[in-house]
């Protein structure tokens, strides 16, 4: 299996997007990417900006070759409604409209999939089952987005290819959750994309939620995962090297690489938002 971590946060924008190729199989989960419009009381840094726009161009090379696409859920730092032409042709997963959706994604929803249904084959993910070839594509139930329902709910997409079995959670936010952890466990995952706790917030988040996430990553370690990339919310965090420390050592001993999406692809982590205050200061826009 091919993974390719195409934009990530700690690629240096707000995005979980990621293309996947099989034998059988061309996959993009989540082509989309977005800044923070305010951190630490700033805008956007211009190197930020030019990030951002790197990274769409490699969204769309990625779209061109893709076969399959899946929409985990309606926030735009994972899909963008106003470029409906890249799913043109496309098998599209998206999470259902109306069903287990806060207002503001349904809202978002109707904006979007009128865009997209002429041009594309579409169909809802929530549990739906797909086999091409020896490679089996599936999607979990809704799960929340974090640790409640405020923010709606996401699918999370498995891939089998017969040999690896990977879980993309997107934006679980953790996962704090027994039914987050699920999807990785009962599928028994070999490679994990989490998307980690939104430890950056910790007075919204909470230490008790933070705990259970670092706990079921331990639990995902124990039940035969070999690469867990975390990234996305938890690469906002100053503080992420040493919140996940205990479950790097944890995978050192078991004989799981605990690694951000950089890191995957051999990268050196270059998390920007995290940073706009230090390129303000640095770099004045």
């Given at each position: ?9 700690s690629?240096?924008?707000?995005s979980?997007?990621?293309y996947?190729?099989?034998k059988d199989?061309?996959l ?9 419009p305010?951190?630490?009381g700033?805008?956007p840094?211009p190197?930020?900006?030019e990030r951002?726009?790197?990274?769409w161009?490699q969204i769309?090379k ?6 399959h ?5 309606y ?10 032409e ?18 503001s ?6 904006y979007?999939l ?7 084959s579409?169909e809802?993910?929530?549990g739906?089952?797909?086999?091409v ?9 809704a799960v929340p987005h ?7 709910y996401?699918v ?11 879980v993309h ?8 959750l027994?039914e ?13 994309f989490l998307?980690g706790?939104l430890?950056?917030i910790i ?6 939620n933070l705990?259970?996430?670092l706990?079921?990553m331990k639990?995902?370690i124990d ?15 100053p ?20 690694q951000?999406?950089?890191e ?5 982590v270059d998390?920007l ?6 390129l303000?200061e640095?770099?004045?826009?």
């Amino acid at each position: 299996m091919k993974i390719i971590p195409v934009a990530f946060d700690s690629l240096g924008t707000r995005s979980m997007a990621t293309y996947i190729e099989t034998k059988d199989v061309k996959l993009f989960i989540d082509p989309g990417v977005s800044l923070a419009p305010v951190r630490f009381g700033l805008p956007p840094h211009p190197i930020e900006i030019e990030r951002m726009n790197e990274h769409w161009e490699q969204i769309k090379k990625y779209m061109e070759k893709a076969e399959h696409v899946c929409i985990s859920h309606y926030h735009y730092d994972h899909h963008d409604p106003e470029h409906p032409e890249i799913f043109k042709g496309k098998h599209v997963f998206v999470k259902h409209p109306t069903q287990n959706i806060n207002k503001s994604q349904k809202e978002r929803a109707a904006y979007f999939l009128p865009k997209i249904k002429e041009i594309c084959s579409l169909e809802y993910a929530e549990g739906k089952n797909i086999c091409v070839g020896n490679t089996e594509i599936k999607f979990s139930r809704a799960v929340p987005h974090g640790p409640g329902i405020r923010l709606g709910y996401v699918v999370e997409t498995i891939i089998d290819d017969g040999r690896e079995v990977l879980v993309h959670t997107s934006d679980v936010e953790g996962p704090a959750l027994k039914e987050q952890l699920e999807p990785i466990l009962n599928n028994r995952a070999s490679i994990v994309f989490l998307d980690g706790p939104l430890s950056y917030i910790i007075y919204r988040y909470g230490n008790k939620n933070l705990g259970n996430a670092l706990a079921n990553m331990k639990k995902m370690i124990d039940a035969g995962v070999k690469i867990l990339v975390y990234d996305h919310h938890f690469l906002r965090d100053p503080k992420y090297k040493e919140r996940i420390a205990e479950v790097e050592d944890y995978g050192k001993e078991l004989g799981c690489k605990v690694q951000t999406a950089a890191e995957f692809r051999g990268m050196k982590v270059d998390a920007l938002e995290m940073r706009r205050k230090e390129l303000h200061e640095n770099m004045p826009a």
